[in-house]
């Protein structure tokens, strides 16, 4: 790069931040100025975690480093069941539910069934309002796409991930089911589930329904930009992250 585009790109970046981040900028300089040694290192380190979380180079390159790549479509191992993992319904105010963006995860298990990858699909998820249940209506939805009812399993009772992997253990061993299959849900959510279902007695492969990486922002020079967005894919990651840790810690992972 000759440093006549590295100005230009350096002028536009100086262009394109907005004008508070600056009237902020100058702010803490004067804030600085003044501070005693202990609250400056204080302002800094506030400064550097502020830009981290909300930098979409450093939180897609962590992001990248924990999911679980997505397995290629063309899966040659078939399996006798896909589990779907919960956490893809939500509820209006009227109660009704709706697919939210994890809805991925029952999609692409329809996809992998008509593929002939899995021969039954097993959806564990309890949360809903009043009667309906999140894995009641995605029964619903699958038998809408054409999926033969006896092909689908319902685990209705599960609020977490440890419930997921415990109860469909259950379920599978009452319906006299080999403990292995294929787990679905989003390639965030993998380490986390993976773990928690092996050490259920569930041995399974996972499947990468979706991946926060595919709406990766652009950024300046790779290191400059700050995205506001980048901050609410840097909470799923924590969540997850912090969840594995706790799973850990309680013996469930």
Known sequence: MNWYSTL?????????????????????????L?????????IVTSIVIFYLVNNSFVVDALIERWE??????????????????GGFVSFDNDNHPFLNPAGHRLNEAIKLYYKGVIN????????????VKESDYAKELALKAGIPEGDIIVENKSLTTYENAV???RKMDSLCMKPNALLITSAMHIPRAKETFEKAGVIVNAYASDS??????AYFNG????????????????????GLIAYK???KA
């Open 34 to 42: 003044k501070a005693s040694n202990f609250k400056r290192v204080l």
């Open 167 to 169: 109860f469909t253990k």
């Open 120 to 131: 039954k699909i097993l959806i564990s998820g309890g949360y809903g309002e009043g009667a």
């Open 223 to 242: 290191i400059s930009y700050i995205n506001f967005d980048a901050f609410d894919k840097c909470k799923s990651l924590l969540k997850e992250v912090f």
């Open 8 to 32: 230009s790109d350096i002028f536009y970046f100086l262009l394109s931040v907005p004008f508070w981040y600056w009237l902020t900028a100058a702010v803490l300089f004067l804030i600085l």
């Open 68 to 85: 679980q790549k997505p397995i290629n479509a063309d899966i040659k191992v078939k399996y006798e069941t896909g589990v779907v993992l």
């Open 249 to 251: 810690l309680t013996g």
């Open 212 to 217: 926060l990486l595919k709406e990766s922002s």
